[in-house]
């Protein structure tokens, strides 16, 4: 009985130094990615303290508990160039809302036609599209300027928008044509024994089952396109067409009249949208994400 106790007792201490082991991991696990994550969000809370001070505590008074709290930042941005700044988030979300139809019709549809229909060269045209996804932006900016400009259509936006209706986004393709491969041919063989052909299988059999790989393009084609600024500081030219961070930048430019914190004040505004975004739809993106590398 003496041992019997004696060797539960040990066992006992074991599992408690054990736990003990592996609760001191787990603090410092914990600690360390605390750390972390105030590093990562350390430059986020330095912007909104910022915008809620005057402009001459900025840069006098670097830390992150102002002495004078105003917002008058927010007000004088607001009107900063000679326009409410409404006009630049209903352009942002014009030119958002089309690229994410353009994206959703043109890749889904190349991305049925590459992974279901088969017609010569397939693969090559699959090898070409993935090939893309490499080609830096920069070098087809040119091309694509001189392009739009013989058509008159500088200061639309109608380059912004175009391309996002040919298919030009290389990885929503990819990303569609993997999810695409693991819907079982079985429901395309019934659709077409029922008369219906490519067109009618892919809409009414095909894009419902696409749904998580429809999400992920949407919130990707979302965030990319709002915080988007290269391509459209190189086709708007007026003012009154410019989206969120070309007005951004404009308002950098013009920065003795208003100071920094007009320009951190608006800047947090125009976060907004991708965080509200991004925290309604992070499960359907991960979800999205996970399902479509499944086989």
């Not at 500081?233 to 003012?239: A, D």
């Not at 004040?265 to 993106?285: D, E, R, T």
Request: net charge positive; proline share 6%; charged share 15%.
């Amino acid at each position: 009985m003496t041992t019997a106790t004696t060797s539960l007792d040990s066992a006992r201490a074991r599992t408690t130094a054990v736990l003990r082991r592996r609760g001191r991991r787990d603090l410092l696990k914990h600690l360390g990615l605390g750390v972390f994550v105030l590093l990562m969000l350390y430059p986020l809370i330095w912007m909104i303290v910022s915008s809620l001070k005057p402009d001459h505590l900025i840069l006098t008074e670097p830390g992150l508990i102002p002495s004078e709290v105003t917002f008058d930042n927010f007000v004088a941005g607001w009107n900063a160039l000679n326009r409410p700044f409404t006009v630049f988030f209903l352009n942002s979300l014009l030119v958002t809302v089309g690229s994410i139809i353009g994206n959703l019709f043109s890749c889904s549809l190349t991305a049925y036609a590459l992974a279901r229909l088969e017609f010569r060269m397939r693969g090559v045209y699959l090898a070409i599209t993935l090939l893309s996804v490499m080609l830096p932006m920069h070098v087809l900016v040119i091309p694509q300027y001189i392009f739009f400009s013989q058509l008159d259509l500088v200061n639309t936006y109608y380059p912004l928008l175009i391309p996002k209706f040919l298919a030009t986004d290389a990885f929503f393709i990819y990303l569609m044509v993997q999810f695409i491969r693991t819907i079982p041919r079985d429901l395309d063989r019934a659709a077409w024994i029922d008369g219906s052909g490519p067109f009618r299988t892919f809409w009414y059999v095909v894009l419902p089952l696409m749904r998580p790989a429809l999400v992920t393009t949407t919130i990707f084609t979302f965030i990319w396109t709002w915080n988007d600024f290269f391509v459209p500081l190189i086709y708007l030219t007026s003012p009154k067409m410019f989206t969120v961070p070309v007005a951004l930048n404009s308002m950098v430019d013009s920065e003795t009249q208003g100071g920094v914190g007009m320009l951190f004040a608006m800047s947090l505004v125009s976060l907004l949208p991708v965080l509200i975004f991004f925290a309604i739809a992070q499960k359907q993106l991960i979800r999205g994400i996970a399902t479509t590398g499944l086989k």
